[in-house]
């Protein structure tokens, strides 16, 4: 894999900032019941979750498939290392509670990506599928609830979800045959990732287990993520033979 892949491929790098991002955003949570970090991180963690982990994921989506799709000129390499740089000094910014500054960041990222993409969609060879006109509102969506963001700092308390992206993964790397088949590593992990999102939510319903439950939500959904990784993200530095 050279940088020029990076380039035509931005989620290459980007899935695992998503994946860095996730964890970083669950061990906020054991940071804070030891005694490591002072802060609460109910808004640092909602937002590392949506912006970092989703968010990675989605900008490394689109940014592989879009292009393709419009039938346009992929990305350069320097314009997703400008897009990976703003995502992390967005998850960073929340990471140290600098909600103000994270925020910003983030609608920064939000213009530069929309401003690389339209660019793009100027030199359209063909059009995308119609149901994508959705991603063009959640788009919106996103960018209108950063701006309320921005403008009258509010957090909403987000329930994490995990999103399984390994077709995108395996597909690129000319493994989509061994996606089919039944991967016992993938499947543990991903009763890891829930049985760890199952023991933080249940602390929140009985108060006086609630620090342990959100301690060994992390550590499971941490646990699961890793071993999803140790199996998935080997498959970003293979390139497909067409």
Not at 31 to 40: K, N, P
Not at 42 to 61: E, K, T, V, Y
Not at 193 to 218: E, K, N, Q, V
Request: hydrophobic letters at 55%; one cysteine or more; a positive charge.
């Amino acid at each position: 894999m050279t940088l020029d892949h990076l380039g035509r491929e931005p989620f290459r790098i980007f899935f695992p900032a998503g994946v860095f991002a996730g964890i970083l955003g669950v061990a906020l949570w054991p940071l804070y019941f030891t005694g490591v970090t002072s802060f609460y991180p109910g808004q640092a963690h909602a937002r590392i979750m949506a912006d970092g982990l989703f968010g990675g994921c989605i900008f490394g989506f689109l940014g592989t498939a879009m292009p393709r799709m419009l039938a346009a000129p992929p990305f350069e390499t320097r314009n997703v290392l400008v897009l990976f740089c703003l995502h992390l000094a967005t998850v960073l910014a929340f990471a140290a509670e600098k909600i103000f500054w994270g925020d910003n960041l983030f609608l920064v990222l939000l213009c530069v990506f929309a401003a690389l993409m339209l660019r793009r969609a100027r030199h359209r060879k063909d059009i995308p599928p119609p149901g994508f006109v959705l991603v063009g509102l959640s788009f919106l969506s996103v960018f209108a609830g950063t701006v309320l963001a921005v403008i009258q700092p509010w957090s909403d308390e987000l329930d994490y979800r995990w999103v399984t992206l390994q077709k995108l993964f395996f597909g690129h790397s000319g493994n989509l045959e061994r996606l089919k088949a039944r991967n016992w590593g993938l499947l543990i992990a991903v009763a890891l990732m829930l049985f760890g999102m199952a023991t933080r939510i249940s602390g929140d319903f009985w108060p006086r287990i609630m620090a342990s439950h959100y301690i060994y939500g992390a550590v499971l959904w941490t646990a699961g993520v890793l071993l999803w990784s140790s199996y998935v993200l080997p498959k970003i530095v293979q390139v497909e033979i067409e």
